[in-house]
């Protein structure tokens, strides 16, 4: 007896959304397989790396992440920076000196520093909000004005303050959206057909379904995103098929593992490669469940999962 | 196949004896068919019959162990192709590689990361010695291997060298990695002289098929799939597709458990083998095979194992006691939440994050969110204040600050009641606002 393969192949496929101004834009999304089953039919995009920056700038306490930055000390010269990091598909600008939790920088001055960093980049924008959903309603808007023909994506529009977001940012300036839910199928969907009412059309907004970091509850997330998939794939569910963002740097960067000092804990070793390691190790776990794009912090961390990435597809 | 009630029926002697404990033949086809009855109930079945319903209702992988007796490894038994369908079963299992002049440095090296986690072990469980040659090293190299405690896996496809190893250290029950095809034969002989499970490899998928099919005409039945390292696409290719074959075909000859070797997949190159590990602990990986393990990739490794390899009717939960946090002492102030993990790791580490010193109190919550617990009345002002009580707390620690989780703020009349000299705190709802909130409640 041979062995009879039983390839998966599904009628419908996620949606394909390109972001980047014209000549420099990256599309992904767009197959109609589970994640690299390249086996059952070729894979439409490949999977993207995300490089996160902050207007606060990189935590040069790390001595690897400082040598790559090393130099570069305006926004404009760290953005420029991060863009040469191998492996890097697209730049994500995290504003976390608007958080109103922290220096609560007015949304003008954000926005300004938004433009600086989309003139200054290589690489397609993709901004992330600052986790309150006032603030964010905010700022995304003056961010969606600032950032006129980047074709960026602003991530961070919920339930509470999509509206005012998707009108700003697709409608009126051309950008492109995520629309973001807490860790649950239901909910991503939900918000998925609110956005679809308001007439934004699939190909302009992108998933954000949760993060956490491995060994921190992952599991639910892997789940979500792989029922998502499934769901969107088998049940041709359009209000799933949008491409599925995940950042995964902030919430492995603020786990004991990737926090703790070395003179505290001698025997886990360096903090930096610690952080590398649980970075790379989500983000692979996020990739393997469905993620179609992963955004990650250490120019290390990126270039490995692009190889993982590049084996793969 | 899983059959049918019906189907079952047609194979009893449908006399309706009752010997079952049945009322009917039907009825105990029914019961045999939902899993609440064994066939083997039914002392009037032929022998036919028995072959038929065997072949019909195993389980699509099989599962058995291997490694010393105390300290046995399971492995196989998956149901399922996704994790939310149900539980996976046997958690993918780690092992070091060395050759054998590198057995010393790997067992010290894998001693070197063994901690608890979430009441888990986590440590290499395996060690994997590859064949160099040299027949005589290699068996006193397996000997120190099996005498570490931990399983060994004989990587070794020379027959002679395969046979030394194993006489030496048998009783430990190795694997034997080192059947292709051609030495099935022979292979087969020693995993059955031995009594050890065989790990078979092949050039591409369908030679491998043909492989485990030889092994299981020898009569084995431990068999592991090696999913082969000629590139990171082909190994992927191969586990998913054999696994799946196995539980979505029901292609028994598919039904065993795989090894990846990644320290083939990606020599030196350590971080690489930390991703493909994380790929192939969520896509069918059941023994994975690295270089090494430091802790910068054991924390996040062995953390997303016990994640995905849960019980998702089961919570994870921490210990009940008091975590002084950031060097908390008895003039500390105190903050409560629930045993449920995943809210433990989300406070202790916004806490951690604030720098300063808080003991962390944790009662027995039913491993619940903190909402889900209040709801169902295991996290009540009653049920905090009892836990203070009894593990006494209050000759444990002086200050008479306690911080409750800002979701449950409704408790503070009632905990000031049951706890008189206490002043209790309302935090904010979410995490996330904790660490700005205790530095402005420390200045």
């Given amino acids: ?313 | 196949m899983a059959l049918k009630g019906i189907d079952i029926f047609k194979l009893t002697p449908k006399t309706n004896c009752k010997e079952c404990g049945q009322p009917t033949c039907m009825a105990f086809g029914m019961k045999v068919a939902q899993g609440t009855a064994q066939i083997e109930q039914c002392p009037h079945m032929s022998e036919e019959a028995l072959a038929k319903l065997g072949e019909a209702t195993a389980p699509p992988m099989k599962s058995f162990k291997i490694g010393p007796a105390d300290a046995e490894l399971s492995l196989g038994g998956e149901t399922v192709l996704f994790r939310h369908d149900k539980t996976f079963v046997s958690k993918t299992l780690f092992a070091v590689s060395a050759d054998a002049a590198g057995t010393d440095a790997a067992i010290e090296a894998i001693k070197s990361v063994d901690y608890e986690r979430i009441g888990e072990r986590m440590s290499v469980e395996i060690v994997n010695l590859e064949y160099t040659g040299d027949s005589a090293a290699y068996t006193e190299a397996a000997k120190k291997a099996a005498a570490s405690g931990k399983t060994v896996i004989l990587s070794v496809s020379d027959e002679a060298a395969a046979k030394d190893a194993l006489s030496a250290i048998k009783d430990s029950k190795p694997v034997l990695n080192g059947a292709n095809p051609s030495n099935i034969a022979a292979f087969a002989a020693l995993a059955k002289e031995f009594g050890v499970a065989i790990g078979v490899t092949a050039d591409d998928i369908d030679t491998l098929y043909d492989a485990v099919q030889a092994l299981e005409k020898e009569g084995l039945k431990d068999i592991i799939i090696d999913v082969g390292a000629a590139s990171v696409k082909s190994a992927f290719a191969n586990a998913v597709q054999i696994r799946r074959a196995a539980i979505k075909s029901g292609d028994h000859s598919f039904g065993y458990p795989s090894i990846v070797n990644i320290a083939k997949l990606a020599p030196g190159d350590a971080s690489m083998q930390t991703a493909l590990a994380s790929l192939f602990i969520l896509k069918y990986g059941s023994i994975v095979i690295m270089e090494g393990m430091s802790y910068a990739q054991a924390l996040p490794l062995f953390g997303l194992r016990q994640n995905i390899f849960t019980d998702p009717q089961k919570p994870m939960t921490v210990e009940t006691g008091i975590y002084p946090l950031n060097g908390a002492t008895e003039d500390s102030i105190c903050a409560v939440t629930v045993d449920f993990a995943l809210t433990y790791f989300i406070v202790s580490g916004e806490i951690e994050r604030s720098g300063v010193p808080v003991n962390l109190i944790i009662p027995d919550a039913g491993g619940y969110s903190v909402l889900t617990a209040w709801s169902a009345g295991k996290f009540s002002a009653g049920s905090i204040a009892a836990f203070i009580k009894e593990s006494d707390i209050e000759s444990k620690v002086k200050n008479r600050n306690l911080l409750i989780p800002g979701k449950v703020a409704v408790l503070k009349g009632e905990l000031e009641e049951n706890l008189p000299g206490w002043k209790i705190i309302v935090s904010p709802g979410e995490a996330t606002s904790l660490v700005k909130f205790l530095k402005e409640l420390q200045a």
């Fill in chain 1, 1 to 313: 007896m041979t062995f009879k393969p039983d390839p998966q192949t599904f009628a419908s496929s996620i949606k394909e959304v390109s972001f980047g101004p014209e000549g420099a834009a990256v599309t992904f999304g767009g197959s109609n397989v589970l994640p690299f089953y390249a086996f059952d039919a070729p894979i439409a995009h490949k999977p993207l790396v995300g490089i996160e920056i902050s207007d606060k700038g990189p935590d040069r306490e790390l001595p690897a992440l400082a040598a790559f930055y090393d130099g570069a000390n305006t926004l404009s010269e760290i953005a420029a920076r991060a863009c040469t990091a191998p492996g890097a598909d697209f730049l994500s600008l995290k504003l976390e000196g608007a958080d109103p939790n922290g220096d609560n920088m007015p949304s003008d001055e954000a926005a300004a520093l938004a433009k600086e960093v989309a003139d200054a980049s290589v690489l397609p924008l993709l901004v992330q909000g600052v986790d309150n959903v006032d603030k964010d309603a905010e700022l995304l808007p003056k961010v969606a004005e600032a950032l006129q023909g980047k074709n960026a994506i602003l991530m961070s529009a919920k339930e509470e303050n999509y509206k005012g977001i998707a009108v700003a940012a697709v409608t009126a300036y051309g950008q492109k959206i995520g629309a973001e839910s807490a860790v649950d199928i239901n909910l991503a969907k939900q918000l998925n057909v609110l956005i679809a009412q308001m007439g934004i059309q699939q190909g302009n907004y992108v998933m954000h379904l949760g993060n956490s970091a491995a060994g921190y509850g992952f599991e639910y997330l892997a789940s979500t995103i792989e029922r998502v998939k499934i769901a969107a794939l088998s049940q041709n569910d359009d209000a799933l098929q949008p491409p599925a963002v995940t950042p995964v740097a902030g919430d492995a960067w603020s786990v004991k593992e990737s926090l703790v000092s070395e003179a505290d804990f001698p025997e886990w070793g360096p903090r930096e490669q610690r952080g590398i390691e649980m970075e790379i190790s989500t983000a692979a776990a996020c990739l393997a469940s469905g993620s179609d794009a992963v955004i990650l912090r250490h120019p290390s961390s990126v270039e490995t999962i692009a190889k993982l990435i590049a084996e793969l597809v």
